[in-house]
């Protein structure tokens, strides 16, 4: 090695050395966004943070098939899992789809709104917000300490999760580690009935040009999914149909202790993914790792989750 290499070598250790020495404590991770088009649409994925969920538990297999078929992909029970909300821009409407858990389910979630403001949107800004479904980690993020979270926003849900969740006899009647789920969804659109934003609908209802309501009931009664489409691109937001991107996609008869009617949201899975999968629809999940954004195809008996790829080209 020549004199100038060593050197350059020398002067290299040191800055690394520097390097490592100056790097931030600070392990939070970047902004949780990703942006990418859908025809003239931009579509935002809004990481609204993770949570670690005891899926060998909740899961209807044998909690060792489970850490086995978790293991396959490097993954063990309990299991980090994402929350992720969407934000179509349609040029004239901001639609959000679903708003994350708020401050219902722990420190490690409700990051939502901040993400949103930095991918340069405000709450104020929100036209449309369209919840799948009124479980607390879909509607906590509506509010904030009681208050409209989006002043401006129509909200949307099926008439049969509105009926459900906000009735006071089903809450009444719900076994005790159920109520929280009845409270939470009354707490979130309290402040919306009593403003006059709360609508619903039942069957497949347009809500606005290219965005449909699609019930896909089981997981709750009232369960819907969202089919976006323009310039002949189709992405249907599916919310909580699959929980465990590991397990489901592969076999979709795994069913989830979170399902309302187990049954019916395996059969409402299956007939989604066959649907997606053939159309070659773009699909966009709540609980599959951030971004959440992709393709299906068939794979045995079961689906292949093909992730978007990664773009930086949005002109």
């Not at 994402?82 to 389910?105: E, I, K, R, W």
């Not at 009681?146 to 926003?153: M, S, T, V």
């Amino acid at each position: 090695m020549n004199k100038a290499m060593t050197v350059m070598l020398t002067v290299g250790l040191m800055f690394a050395g520097t390097a490592l020495q100056a790097a931030p404590e600070d392990s939070s991770q970047a902004p949780g966004y990703y942006r990418m088009p859908l025809g003239d649409f931009i579509i935002t994925a809004l990481s609204d943070g993770t949570v670690d969920l005891p899926m060998h538990d909740l899961l209807h297999l044998d909690a060792a098939e489970v850490q086995q078929r978790l293991a396959k992909d490097y993954l063990e029970s309990p299991l980090e899992t994402s929350l992720n909300g969407f934000l179509v821009d349609t040029g004239d409407q901001l639609v959000l789809v679903d708003t994350g858990a708020g401050s219902m389910f722990g420190p490690t979630l409700g990051k939502l709104p901040e993400n949103l403001q930095a991918a340069g949107y405000q709450t104020d800004d929100i036209d449309v917000i369209l919840i799948t479904h009124m479980h607390p980690d879909h509607v906590g993020g509506l509010v904030q300490e009681g208050e409209r979270l989006y002043p401006n926003a129509k909200v949307y849900v099926h008439t049969d999760d509105a009926s459900f969740w906000l009735d006071k006899a089903h809450l009444e009647a719900a076994p005790e580690g159920q109520k929280d789920f009845f409270r939470g969804a009354m707490t979130a659109l309290k402040p919306y009935q009593e403003s006059g934003q709360l609508n619903t609908f039942t069957g497949v209802t347009e809500i606005l040009p290219g965005v449909v309501a699609h019930p896909t009931v089981g997981h709750t009664p009232g369960h819907s999914g969202y089919h976006v489409t323009n310039a002949e691109q189709t992405m249907v937001f599916w919310g909580d149909v699959i929980h465990v991107a590991a397990i489901q996609f592969a076999d979709p008869g795994v069913t989830i202790d979170f399902d309302t009617d187990s049954a019916v949201a395996e059969k409402v899975r299956k007939g989604v993914f066959s649907s997606v999968a053939s159309e070659g629809y773009w699909a966009a999940g709540a609980h599959v790792s951030f971004p959440g954004i992709g393709h299906l195809a068939t794979q045995d008996k079961g689906y292949r989750w093909i992730p978007a790829n990664y773009t930086t080209q949005l002109d």
